[in-house]
């Protein structure tokens, strides 16, 4: 006799972030993976890169997404061969998106594809559950999005460089984590331009702070 | 993975139409297609030189106004627009297919472009034989333009139910709109009777009536117009003013 959490697929429960800014992108996430109601992954790192410059952010079934995000590495790794130079994020999301819109029926995946490239710079592209494209300059997901869009229409400003950037994600996912039972743990950043990709991690205690009662 | 995202005529007998999709290779199994991030009403009517077509910009994922500067007009060629509500990722695979159809038509030289009646013809056939494989592409679209140098409007649905018509609506907008369209063509005697400028004021008016009346609706919206005469035009984004001052003269339920 098994316990329920054990039968229950493992999702990213999750907050997911991207921003574009002049010369760049900053994504960011939490670390919590969970199955029902227990927490199976306390620091995951739901920040995958796809090539030297294109990451995508991670939301919905871990598998699924694991998988999905796998087999684009590959592919986007052939064609920087075939086609002799660094596939563009709009190519990077392209082929995310047909797999994911394609296969919308078996799937339960959400992914906000960022990264830079030399033909437009830092770009954004949101990919819905459904397989819906969209560039945006500021993209959300996962369940712990819902709870901070008031959050994000409220604080957001384009033109942003990339410390306020950063800054903004790192507030926005925290309050995430307060409120989204399915988000937690660390926040983990990334910051993507010409010059590749750095990474952060803002541990739990150290997440920006707010109102609490 | 197929490597080709776009198959040419002479490659596929389907006309780059995916005819192969997961369900097909499970027959056994059971689909409930639901629609995931979605569009509103589209608006279209006739007027004496021409056709207006309107749709609000917003991606609605569930009740969520998650994605709202979505274009969901398409521009096929100068004679021909087609605007879609429903699932937007189906929007933009069809989009998708339709955009490489016209280029096919460049392609061979022959002097043929698609005209609204063929794309309309051609996407009827579409949507149906998706719906009869149980496989729908959740839209509804509205196509306008020109053909044979007369206004033409149609309207496909995702079960491949097709009409054309002086005024169509999908959505809310074909239960709180359709008559206010309908009584504009009437006052004005037909859509030859109707000016450019009083087409476009009925239009904002349902709009507005959307805007009030429908959870989903958004005061931001583009414009498609096409003159027999002239080619297509897509604008946007336009933004709609409504007015609440009735709010002012409302206080608590009961006296």
């Known amino acids: ?25 900053v994504i960011g996430a939490d670390s919590r993976t969970s199955s029902g109601t227990y927490v199976t992954n306390r620091t995951q790192d739901k920040l995958t890169p796809l090539t030297e410059y294109i990451y995508c952010c991670r939301s919905g079934s871990a598998a699924d997404t694991q998988a999905i995000a796998d087999h684009v590495r590959y592919y986007l790794d052939f064609s920087r061969i075939s086609q002799g130079r660094e596939p563009t994020v709009r190519y990077a999301a392209h082929v995310m998106q047909s797999i994911l819109y394609n296969n919308r029926d078996n799937l339960s995946a959400a992914v906000i594809v960022a990264g830079w490239d030399e033909v437009n710079g830092g770009q954004v592209y949101c990919i819905p559950l459904g397989g819906l494209l969209v560039r945006q300059p500021m993209a959300a997901g996962g369940s712990g999005s819902t709870y901070i869009w008031g959050h994000l229409d409220a604080q957001f400003k384009p033109g942003m460089t990339d410390t306020e950037c950063q800054e903004f994600v790192a507030k926005s996912v925290s309050l995430a984590i307060k409120r989204d039972g399915s988000s937690g743990g660390v926040c983990r950043l990334a910051v993507i331009n010409r010059s590749g990709v750095q990474r952060r991690i803002i541990m739990h205690e150290d997440l920006p702070k707010s109102y609490d009662g | 993975m197929s490597a080709s995202f776009y198959t040419k005529p002479a490659n596929n007998g389907n006309a780059g139409v995916a005819m192969e999709t997961s369900w097909d290779s499970n027959p056994g199994r059971q689909r409930t297609l639901q629609p995931i991030t979605t569009g509103a009403s589209v608006l279209a009517i006739k007027y004496n030189a021409g056709v207006i077509m309107v749709a609000d910009t917003l991606g609605s994922y569930g009740s969520l106004a998650k994605f709202r500067s979505i274009p969901r007009v398409l ?51 579409v949507m ?92 931001q919206y583009q414009l498609a117009n096409v003159p027999v005469a002239k080619p297509a035009q897509v604008s946007g984004p336009h933004f709609l003013q409504s007015d609440w001052s009735v709010a002012k003269l409302v206080k608590h339920y009961t006296e």
């Not at chain 2, 038509?105 to 996407?123: D, Q, T």
């Not at chain 2, 496989?135 to 054309?164: C, D, H, R, S």
């Not at chain 2, 504009?184 to 450019?196: F, P």
């Not at chain 2, 400028?197 to 429908?214: G, I, K």
């Open chain 2, 128 to 219: 149906y034989n998706r719906r009869s494989r149980i496989n729908p592409l959740w839209n509804t679209y509205i196509v306008a333009g020109t053909e044979a140098g007369q206004p033409f409007l149609g309207y496909v649905n995702m079960l491949g139910v097709a009409f054309k018509e002086d005024c169509l609506a999908t959505g809310f907008g074909s239960h709180l709109c359709l008559g206010l369209l309908r009584e504009a063509l009437d006052a004005a005697g037909g859509y030859a009777g109707l000016t450019e400028e009083t087409a476009t004021s009925a239009l904002e008016a349902c709009l507005r009536v959307l805007y009030y009346r429908d959870c989903r609706a958004y005061n």
């Open chain 2, 75 to 125: 521009r096929v060629n100068d004679a021909t627009v087609a605007a879609a509500s429903g699932d937007l990722a189906d929007m933009q695979f069809l989009n998708t297919v339709v955009e490489n159809h016209a280029i096919d038509e460049e392609i061979h030289e022959h002097g043929i472009a698609y005209s609204p009646a063929s794309l309309h013809s051609w996407l009827t056939r």
């Open chain 1, 1 to 25: 006799m098994l316990a329920d959490w054990t039968q229950q697929e493992v999702l990213t429960g999750t907050t997911i972030m991207a921003v574009e800014y002049n010369g760049g992108v």
